[in-house]
């Protein structure tokens, strides 16, 4: 049976199994009409920003990679995590405020909105190999050493279950620098816009001038150290076999020191020594921290005039692509193929899978080359060495797992009740930048 941790759908609205948010209302929840009113009121519209409570946020959390149908889905030319669908392709949950959501219950005086962005907060990076993914439980798995030749391939190191012309592709596993470059590609390739009453743009920026991009990397927080690989490892495959791959990662266990040509007169083949080498891999924590200059400093871009939401229409807060060169390198960094370059990533459209001297495509001979062409000798091992030309893999198949999580959140004060005529009345400097209708 296959154990997955990261295919689960999870959903959660308001109301639901989010826990309780105390939120203070416009007028610090006085009646409007009660004495004392428009002095509660007043004081709500001078306080400070950074004490201005978030009323509403949605969060999608994104484990990579997704299908190149997933990414160009759901982050093609526009992204709108207020959408009201509750199943987004490539979006593992959803952690929403709303009831319905992006539609409001309580009309809401906002003052400001917060694009942010996290991705995993360490990084690291192994080499291994790529092999078919098996399809029966307790298959023994071929060992994965940390480099091989065509000679070693054809010759049968992989043992009887692996056929000279199936063997594995080099790979390299990589957790978490995938999420980083796809989140700074993103607020780089998208345009934030908050668009009212249809036409009408409150906001009109580049995400990235102003997002939160929280960085785990500040002074006191970042730093390196070594994990152990193998529970990284095992989640990454998990995703991949959800995303229906062909091939899992097999990290290295063996090391190559050389060859010998004593088996057979005309045959090469390597020798190799158990490692465990590679079961740590060093760790960075932290990464990018970015906070755009629309936010001042802060993890939130006010609005200079406060808009007005009414309760039951959609608020219009949708990025649009402006980019193609940064989402082009967003899909890439977020899919299983590398879209364009496909699971096994070449040097170059026009070079071939093996070095010279001349072995394309798979191995299909197991003959020492002649002599008269010093190309990569390798002096054998055997009591007489002798020279031998190796030729050795170039394409590679790139794992990369982590978490990305893209959310908006919107700063304000619920009006309740009569609120919305009081202020109409009485303090029509709010209800002058009404927005929303």
Request: charged share 15%; net charge negative.
């Amino acid at each position: 049976m296959a154990r997955n941790l990261l295919t689960k759908k999870s959903v959660k609205f308001g109301g639901e199994s989010r826990e309780k948010v105390m939120r203070v209302p416009f007028g610090l929840g006085a009646d409007p009409n009660s004495p004392g009113a428009s002095g509660a009121a007043e004081k709500c519209l001078r306080c400070g920003f950074g004490n201005v409570p978030v009323v509403e946020e949605v969060v999608w959390t994104v484990p990579l990679p997704l299908t190149a149908e997933q990414a160009q889905t759901t982050f093609g030319d526009t992204v709108n995590p207020l959408s009201g669908s509750s199943s987004v392709p490539g979006v593992a949950s959803i952690d929403s405020t709303f009831l319905i959501n992006g539609i409001l219950q309580t009309d809401i005086l906002a003052q400001g909105i917060g694009v942010h962005v996290f991705c995993e907060p360490m990084s690291f990076s192994t080499i291994g190999n790529a092999f078919t993914t098996p399809v029966t439980l307790d298959t023994t798995p071929a060992p994965s050493p940390d480099v091989f030749t065509a000679n070693d391939a054809f010759n049968g190191i992989f043992g009887a279950s692996v056929a000279p012309t199936a063997a594995p592709i080099p790979a390299v596993f990589e957790w978490g620098a995938a999420t980083w470059r796809a989140g700074w590609n993103f607020i780089n390739a998208y345009q934030f816009q908050w668009k009212t009453s249809q036409r009408e743009l409150v906001l009109n920026e580049l995400a990235a001038d102003i997002s939160y991009f929280g960085s785990f990397a500040d002074a006191e927080a970042s730093g390196t150290s070594e994990l152990p690989i193998v529970e990284f490892v095992a989640l990454l495959n998990a995703q991949y076999r959800a995303q229906e791959s062909q091939t899992i990662f097999l990290p290295v266990n063996f090391r190559r020191v050389g060859s010998v040509n004593s088996t057979s007169a005309t045959n090469n083949v390597g020798i190799f020594h158990p490692t465990r080498d590679f079961d740590l891999a060093p760790v960075t924590w932290g990464g990018l921290r970015w906070q755009g200059y629309g936010c001042r400093g802060q993890m939130y871009r006010p609005v200079e005039s406060p808009c007005f939401l009414e309760r039951g229409i959609p608020i219009g807060m949708i990025f649009i692509a402006q980019d193609a060169v940064h989402q082009a390198q967003m899909i890439e960094a977020m899919t299983i193929d590398n879209e364009p370059f496909g699971f096994n990533v070449q040097l170059d459209v026009n070079v071939a899978g093996y070095t010279e001297p001349g072995v394309t495509g798979v191995p299909t001979s197991g003959a020492i080359t002649a002599a008269g062409a010093n190309i990569m000798l390798e002096q054998t091992l055997d009591a007489t060495p002798v020279l031998v030309q190796q030729s050795v893999n170039t394409t590679r198949q790139v794992f990369k797992g982590g978490i990305f999580k893209l959310g908006i959140k919107i700063k304000g004060w619920e009006m309740p009740g009569g609120w919305k005529s009081y202020c109409q009345t009485n303090l029509p400097q709010v209800m002058r930048h009404n927005s929303a209708g």
